[in-house]
């Protein structure tokens, strides 16, 4: 009797404290890029952002379709600071999302660590052509 009576105590409390303490965070959204955006042949389009310690589960999200070329492609990545600055100078880099080279995808990348970031659009692999590509890409964060 006293373990079910305790077990029943614990529930409850557990069910009045959960939903308290999910109260104090709110989804929000801040729009990274929307819209058209013109990446030249052989360079790379780059939004940078930042994390702070106070926004929780943060994750960039979106979608593009890129046209242009014979591939009608673009790759999209995101990297953390020094990460972006090691590509950028053409050293190993490991992306924290990487789309491959491709016409259209949905983007979904959970960051975890505060600090700089950068949303890169990437046509380095295009010798001739700039890509057209339309994208909305949004940092999603609780706080």
């Not at 006293?2 to 557990?14: E, I, P």
């Not at 069910?15 to 801040?30: E, F, N, Q």
């Not at 959970?110 to 339309?134: C, R």
């Amino acid at each position: 009797m006293k373990k079910r009576f305790l077990f029943g105590f614990v529930t409850l409390l557990a069910l009045t404290i959960v939903p308290l303490a999910g109260c104090s965070t709110t989804l929000k959204t801040s729009n990274l890029v929307n819209g058209a955006i013109t990446v030249k042949a052989g360079s790379y389009y780059e939004v940078p952002f930042t994390i702070t310690s106070a926004m929780t589960n943060s994750s960039v999200q979106g979608s593009f379709n890129a046209s242009g070329g014979s591939g009608n492609d673009i790759i999209v990545l995101v990297f953390d600071d020094t990460s972006f600055f090691n590509w950028v100078n053409g050293h190993q880099a490991t992306p924290i999302y990487n789309s491959g080279q491709l016409t259209t995808s949905n983007i979904n990348a959970s960051i975890t660590t505060p600090g700089t970031y950068h949303l890169v659009f990437s046509n380095m692999f295009s010798l001739v052509t700039s890509k057209q590509v339309t994208t909305s890409v949004n940092l999603q964060y609780y706080q």
